[in-house]
């Protein structure tokens, strides 16, 4: 059966989850909407960083993050300037790792839809009288709600499956950083196939139904002519 | 925005990647104005650049006194703040939004105290009110567009901007919208800037011309004389005709006919459904008529005119056009340039026009 700390890693790991998603649809969607609309030579540089999570190890991303956000990184020297202290161990740590980790999962979506969309319903809303932040939220936000949900369901599912970070920079606090993946591998080291296999085959049923979710029910038979 | 004279002053000048744009022109401030050329010659460009949606690197726009661009005093006021209303060549709804939503978008953006159309009287005039609980994907394209044109009218725009709003429709589907466009400019005083590059929607539509070619403006001036000037593109070629203002004087239902006077004459129309004392515009292309040195006797064709011969312009290979006047109103003939020669044709020459086809524009 689940122990308790097996209940504690899954609350943190929703937490983790949901709290790196709300980040990343309010961070991603400015970064998604200037990738998509840019004419800078910076799209290319940004866009390949914004990927690289998705070739690059999580270990990778972890040591470097780790590297950087301690006590003698630049990053830590910063935060612990500002008397926040350091990041690596905590969970402010734990969700800025995921955000880098999980970025290319909702903001290509959304970078994507923004493109497909084109400038003409922008065009058409500033001729009738609404103002760029106006159209944003009347027409842009409800356009591109099918990618909002894509991506918010991909980054989710995706934070909830991470590892490498976690382990690099995370450790292994419980109730604090000892997310679902972490505890997994803790139960099989100590053996305890049993209580590995709930939080394993929960992961595993989870995520399944996720994208069965995601690849069904689509909203991609748009109404409407689009453009 | 201070106040200046009344009318549409434009002067743009911006480069392109593939042209530059130079216009200067100045249109009167009611009626529709069709700006009028080949495909690549500015139109579009044009019409963005006084919706604001381009942005010309000098440029300077007053619509009936004000002053929306002028980048000499650093004026460029905002799409969303210029009272106009735009039809895109593609409907452009909101693909989120059903009919009724589409219509009301720009209108509760209005303020109350702006609106002069209501939305009654744009979903009329469109004839959308079966439509109001459709989405767009499931309109046709001549719906679709007919809900564009109700939704930028529904604002009251003080300047409603056409681009090419029937060029991506088939010829039934232009045949149903034409009718409404009419009425528009019948029922509703607000200028109109229409694009096209087809020539019988002009001669349908505008009062007034503006004809523009590699992003230069060539001409403007009233529509019928522009199309009727020989040194001009649009009194050339298959589609050139002449357009006149006649009234109805007589009705024959049983032959469905119906006659009425010009000052040139008498004009017999196949269309029974006129009355007496109507005024109506009709459209004779100049493929249509024919001249003769003499009055014919025992033809099947009824409308001959005596007129007289004001200038004579090679047109397509082996053809000329010649610029008539009949009784001061202008007509168009294309006849042979062999014919021309036959009937020594020049400037001055006393002749009879036969019309085969009159067209009744409404």
Redesign the interface.
Known sequence: MMDQAGLQAIALTLRLAATTTLVLLLAGTPLAWWLARTRSWLKGPVGALVALPLVLPPVVLGFYLLVLMGPNGPVGQFTQSLGWGVLPFTFTGLVVGSVLYSMPFVVQPLQNAFEAMGE??L??????????L?TFF??VL??A?PAYLAAAVMGFAHTVGEFGIVLMMGGNIPGKTRVMSVQIYDHVEALEYSQAHWLAGGLLVFSFLVLLALYTWRPGS?????? | MKPEGDGIAASFRRVFPSFSLDVSLAVPGRGVTAVFGPSGSGKTSLLRCI?G?ERAGSGRLSVNGEVWQDDAAGIFV????RP???V?Q????????DVAHNLD??LR??PASQRRVSLEKAIGLLGLRALMQR????LSGGE?QRVAIA??LA?SPRLLLMDEPLASLDIARKAEILPYLERLHDELDMPVLYVSHAPDEVARLADHLVLLDGGRVTASGPTRELMTRLDLPLAHGDAAAAVLEAVVIAVEPDWHMSHAEFSGGRISLLNPALRAGQRVRVRIQARDVSLTLARQEGTSVQNIFPVTVTGLCADSPGQVMVKLDAGGCILLARITGKSADALQLQAGSQVYAQVKGVAVLG
Not at chain 1, 126 to 132: H, Q, V
């Open positions: 003409r319903p065009e058409a809303a500033a001729t009738l009288r609404a103002s760029p106006d009347s027409v409800p356009l709600k748009r109404k409407g002519d689009g453009t | 919706a949606l905002p799409v969303h703040k106009l209303g735009y895109f593609e409907a452009s709804l909101f693909a989120h939004l978008f720009g953006r209005v989405m767009p994907g499931t679709r939704r930028a604002t």
